[in-house]
């Protein structure tokens, strides 16, 4: 069974410019999750999916930051437009259920993204 | 103050030793606790998740929650070279993870 997929695993841009994260869950999670390390600090929670619909994006820093998941499936993080504190690491991660046993979450291996 | 908190170590041990890696969360709302392993450039590992105080065990780890402290712990025993990872605490109340910085383990032949 594929894992959690993300895509770029690294991407290097310039500040102002526009970048898209892409993350493909676990075949049959409908909870999608974004998460957010930046150097030296704890890996920080974005933003939740149910299927299509947003459930939580309490974590969102700005409106520079846009969230979608098309017809419930893959999502992508569009940064736009980048700044330098937006560096780091981002981190996708999906789950079957909800706030119960079964719901733990299983993450993919992240992308790196660097403004410069 | 952070609702969670953890030694960023690093902790070097040799092979063989008992490791034990602690959080403290200021939330009594948490009721879901995970532990996960991360090596250099890789995503997050899930390793143990429990919902309620006491032990849990699987294989060479155990993980112990004390909610009435407010207290987690995941130990291993006869640790390996391989286990030379970082380890992050993690808890949720609902759905979101609220995670630890990560404790770096460093296993020594």
């Known amino acids: 069974e594929a894992g959690v997929t993300q895509f770029p695993s690294h991407s290097v841009i310039e500040k102002g410019q526009t970048v898209t994260l892409r993350c493909d869950p676990i075949?049959?999670?409908?909870?999608l999750y974004w998460y957010r390390r930046v150097m030296g600090k704890e890996i920080k929670f974005l933003l939740h999916f149910v299927k299509e619909s947003k459930q939580d994006e309490s974590g969102m820093p700005n409106n520079r930051f846009l969230a979608e998941r098309t017809g419930g499936t893959y999502s992508t993080l569009k940064v736009q437009p980048a700044e330098l504190e937006d560096s780091g690491v981002y981190f996708c991660?999906?789950?079957?259920?909800?706030?119960?046993?079964?719901?733990?979450?299983?993450f993919g291996q992240g992308t790196r993204l660097t403004v410069v | 103050q952070k609702e969670v908190e953890q030694d960023p170590g690093p902790l070097s041990v040799p092979e063989g030793a008992i490791v034990s890696l602690n959080c403290t969360y200021s939330n009594s709302a948490f009721q879901y606790f995970m532990w996960y392993r991360q090596y250099s450039r890789k995503g997050p590992e899930l390793l143990m998740y429990t919902y309620s105080s006491g032990n849990k065990e699987d294989g060479r780890f155990t993980a112990q929650v004390d909610k009435s402290s407010k207290y987690i712990s995941l130990f291993i025993r006869d640790s390996q070279p391989s286990d030379s990872a970082t380890y992050l605490c993690a808890m949720k109340e609902t759905d979101k993870l609220i995670f630890g910085t990560g404790t770096r383990l460093q296993v020594f032949p």
């Open positions: 991660a999906s789950s079957l259920f909800r706030g119960r046993a079964g719901s733990e979450a299983f």
């Open positions: 075949s049959g999670h409908d909870n």
